[in-house]
């Protein structure tokens, strides 16, 4: 499929990442699929997950993949006509009916669709409680779901956060498609890929280089000092007051 806007822009995310000399350790891109829809959950921790999560992919036979993203980048000036030449999905998070079906139908036409399904970035880089979509779009368009890791790229570019050091340190894993047995309830199968997404991240970390004791950009269960989930939940909690206060 041709993609005049989408391929120029992973040629640049490359130079980028080559500029910022990146160390990447990709782990189980054969797990997606060379052809055919799939729909690839990922986690959530750096403004950079979306140009970085796709690379797994265009490793196996360039594929693109096409992202479900808050609408609102698509109404910015200078993003928006970007997101929607790389034919990614808005969605509106009051009426998500019409992203649900977008996504289906690309599922169906061959495509790798990805999803963030915590939503919103985890502060405590854990993976936060995810919603059931993921699970319904694959159950649907009969394709698999394939859960996925990227990790470090929160040391660049995140919640109060910007660091274009060179050098870091960026780990993806890459799990096994979860099956979903035809009649399966959505939300068990949510509860598995929760499991399967903590255990990549596991893995991932085990994997991480750079992991001095206290260090802000590794989990607190593996002795960083990044906050718990329940700190991390009270800083949320805040930022939503301080958002609603702002409002009005």
Do not use: C
Request: charged share 25%.
């Amino acid at each position: 499929m041709s993609d005049p806007v989408y391929r120029p822009i992973i040629l640049t995310a490359q130079t980028l990442f080559a500029g910022l000399g990146l160390r990447m350790d990709i782990v189980g891109e054969q797990n997606i699929p060379r052809t055919g829809g799939a729909v690839l959950a990922i986690n959530h921790t750096s403004y950079l997950d979306f140009a970085l999560s796709g690379m797994p992919a265009h490793l196996v036979g360039h594929r693109l993949v096409r992202f479900m993203a808050k609408d609102g980048i698509f109404k910015h000036p200078v993003a928006g006509p970007l997101m929607r030449g790389m034919k990614h999905i808005p969605v509106d998070r009051d009426a998500g009916s019409a992203a649900f079906r977008d996504a289906v139908t690309a599922l169906k036409a061959g495509e790798l669709v990805g999803v963030f399904p915590e939503a919103t970035m985890s502060r405590s880089l854990e993976i936060k409680e995810i919603k059931n979509g993921a699970v319904r779009m694959a159950r649907t368009a009969n394709v698999p779901l394939i859960p996925m890791i990227v990790f470090g790229g929160h040391r660049i570019l995140s919640y109060d956060r910007r660091d274009f050091s060179r050098g870091k340190p960026i780990v993806m894993t890459v799990g096994e498609p979860i099956p979903i047995p035809r009649g399966s309830d959505p939300d068990q199968v949510t509860v598995e890929l929760h499991e399967r997404l903590v255990a990549l991240l596991d893995e991932s970390i085990e994997r991480y280089p750079d992991k001095p004791p206290g260090a802000w950009w590794i989990p607190a269960r593996f002795g960083g000092s990044a906050p718990t989930p329940e700190e991390a939940e009270r800083i949320e909690e805040r930022v939503r007051e301080e958002k609603a206060r702002k409002r009005g």
